[in-house]
């Protein structure tokens, strides 16, 4: 059974069923929404449950001839990496849709085909093993993302819609070229023509070559995690854009670029990392400390969460670029903890947004005595995305330092003070929000959470809890996969010609610090 | 007469033409006999033609054949753009059938005229000789002239025929000078002969030879519409009918270029050191000042127009790698890019009722949810015209970038990267207005009928199944290059 197919074309033909249904049946368009994407959920657990755990290399591999002419292949492959992503992205975007019931009323058919249709756009990411087809379903999913921000979004909708498509897409026309770049490349030195991953992670490229191979994929990733300075679409599109809208776009697509970087930029051009990771390192930095000041003033709950973002987003590439395994599982894992709380948060700015149609922290004050089981569980969501230790957020923030600490201590000097930032940012923002005495009078009939959205938190804090108090399951399953990429860069370091003594040092000091096990 | 008997073989590779133009010929009889305002008489006889030229073709598809002494050439080659152009000119009488019933220029000399011109492309495309070229030039040209100043009523569209036929008939000019010129320097006018006497006989110095090669390029820069040679695009694209915009912003520059790959690649190979710099500057000025103008535009005919500039470009940065691949990449982007530019102005011909013309961004405010087919189709248009997967457009772009990169010229295709950047922008622009603005005031009635909208739906489905398993096409133009080299 071509499993990886289902997975990632099931939510298109639920698109297109959703997109037949009649307009006026708003009832019978959300069930089939639900319908297909709780399946699409239950297909990703069998996944989980098949995932054999310790075995390195692709599992539920499928390959299909494309393009024969070109040696693009329809190749789909999954290990602990993509098998992470794709239960986080299955899991939100059922969340998403199931949160959306109330808050989009009118062309409600339009949207749930597009987010169904955004959902296969991201898992054909995730899985695909041909730079090719990496690239279409890469390109493709824009689509479906503009519309929903441009169509179901705030006043300034239309802007933040273009922005992102623009934002994203210069970006990814360079990797085009390097894509094409590399593919020749790889003709003329192996004598054949592909675009598959796997013949071309063991492409050696000349040392200038990676250089600017490097920073044609690593603009593209860069611009899509976002990475300081490169973060200024975020804000506008993550404020636009509807509530689920925000939601996938923070937990899943923002993972692209991680993604990307992990899967692609740091394999294939291991020499260029050595000479780009001061920078990217900085650049990471930078964003934590600067994204994690940024929200510290911003009135508007879901600006906060949004900038709160480029800092988390800064400790998953500091973690990446130490480049040893702890820094990696912390890197990995704390995708999953950003997906997890950022896409919390989102909703629950939804949810008051939803009853009072604003969003300024100051509009609100003493949620605790009116909504309580709102406020409580906007404490848990609150405290994991800060790091409090017992949830999700404490293991992947404290993996990513302890590998970052281990290539060099000042970056994990460095990125600390931005834990203390967001203690600073967050706490902040839920005291004005939730404690205190209700100071607006409108505040004071709030509906507390219902049943629905009860059920839409319920899987959040159930893998909260369970990734800060048990994460082994998902060390385990990530384990293989980080090991391989560890290996793939150091591996080949050695193989092309030196870039310059300041990269033959660093590999030497690695090599002595993995060796000698601190 | 098979095609295998040597009479048969002249009259096979001929029938295409034969069809069309002496179809041409009995469509403007059958209008000396009396018919209701409504007729359909002259769009079914037009569609038949068509259908009997293209089964023609398909029949013929693999004869080989040099007729009149080597002047015109069956080949792969020609087989591919005659069945390119009648399926242009099928799209143009779909759209064109409801269209020109609706602007009141349902004549039976309009089908003529699409047939006359159609004819006048094959004959470029089948051209071994630039004297049969040129033929094939003004019969196109001259049928074009008309139909661009069909609405008579209209002043915009007597403006844009006349620019057209001004600038058009330098065009010529320059092009049988430069034709004369090279005749001077290589004593021939066929293609092979004059490559043929290029290789032998070094005439780099030759300055009539460069001068001539120059102004047949000028020429065909006017017919592609390549900077600094297109002025008359956004007048003649916005004045004329929206239905013969289709056609000519498809068949005239697919047929431009058509000659020039034979011409380039036949007859100038010794000089690709002499013009591949030259038509490099032509594409990075084509692509940039098309797609910078058209963000300015307010009415989508002439955005469309400065967009089929800036495609101009993308395609010479195909003809600038040379080679037998990036001519398969030019017909492939050629092909796609006829579907993706009828569909569009296709679409814009549905808006408005009566008379009345509506083609500016704003009014297609809200018409996406209106018509969600015409907003689906429209959009699918335009991203195709942007590049995005899972539309043809995309796989026409990776094409020609990849031959460019390929033989070489990162930065130029580093510059047509950047350019579909910027022109993602105001293909982004019709869709916002189609999905995310409100009309003001009273909506812009939709005319939907029923050949157009098989028209549209078949070009939607072609962007989409050739966006996802191009292999057919890809493989249909590389074969059909064998033979150019």
Known sequence: LPILSLLVFLPLVGAVVVGLLPRDNHSLIRRAATLFAGVEFLLSLKLWTDFVTRAPGWQFEERLEWLPRWGASYHLGMDGISLLLVLLTTLLTAVSVVSSYRAIEHKAKEYYALLLALETGMLGTFVALDLLLFYVFWEAMLVPMYFLIGVWGGPRRIYAAVKFFLFTMAGSVLMLVAILWLYFLHRDVMGFATFD??????????????????????????????????????????????????????????????????????????????????????????????????????????????????????????????????????????MLNHGISTGALFLLVGVIYERRHTRMIADFGGLWKTMPVYASVFLVIMLSSIGLPGTNGFVGEFLVLLGAYRSNPWWAVLAATGVILSALYMLWMYQRVVFGPVTHPENEGLRDLTFRERLVFAPLLLLVFWLGVYPQPFLDRMAPALERTVQLVEARRGITAPVGQAGQTRVASRGAEAGGGR | LTPETLWGQALWSLMPLLVLSAGAMLLLLVELLPATAGSDRSPALALLLLLLAGAATWFARDLRYRAFSGMFLQDGFTVFFTLLFVAIALAAVLLSWDYAKRTRTNHGEFYALLLFATAGMIVMAASADLITVFLGLELMSLALYVLVGFRRGRLESNEAALKYFLLGAFASGFFLYGIALLYGATGTTNLNQMGAFLADTPQLGNPMLLVGALLLLVGFAFKIAAVPFHMWTPDAYEGAPTTVTAFMSAGAKAAGFAALLRVLLRAFPELHVDWAPLLTVVAVLSMTVGNVTALLQNNVKRMLAYSSIAHAGYLLVAVVAGGREAAAASLFYLAVYSIMNLGAFGVLSLLGKGREERTLVADLAGAGFRSPLLGLAMTAFMLSLGGIPPTAGFVAKLYVFSVAVEAGHVPLVIVAVLNSVVAIFYYLRVVVALYMNEPQGEPVAISWAAPAAVGIIAMVALLLVWGVLPSPLLEQARRSVLGLL
């Not at chain 1, 990471?284 to 949004?306: F, R």
């Open chain 1, 197 to 334: 991953l796997e013949s071309l992670y063991r492409l050696a490229i000349p040392g200038g070559v990676q250089n600017w191979l490097f920073l044609a994929f690593g603009l593209a990733f860069a611009i899509k995690v976002p990475m300081f300075p490169f973060h200024t679409w975020l804000p506008d599109a993550h404020v636009e854009a509807p509530t689920a809208g925000s939601v996938i776009l923070a937990a899943v697509l923002l993972k692209m670029g991680t993604y990307g970087f992990l899967r692609f930029a740091l394999p294939l051009f291991p020499e260029a990392v050595t000479v780009f990771t001061p920078w990217v390192v900085g650049l990471a930095i930078v964003g934590i400390i600067y994204g994690a000041l940024v929200a510290l003033v911003q009135p508007d709950m879901k600006k906060l969460v949004a900038y709160s973002s480029v800092s988390h987003l800064g400790f998953v590439m500091l973690g990446m670029f130490a480049l040893n395994s702890q820094g990696l599982a912390g890197s990995l894992l704390q």
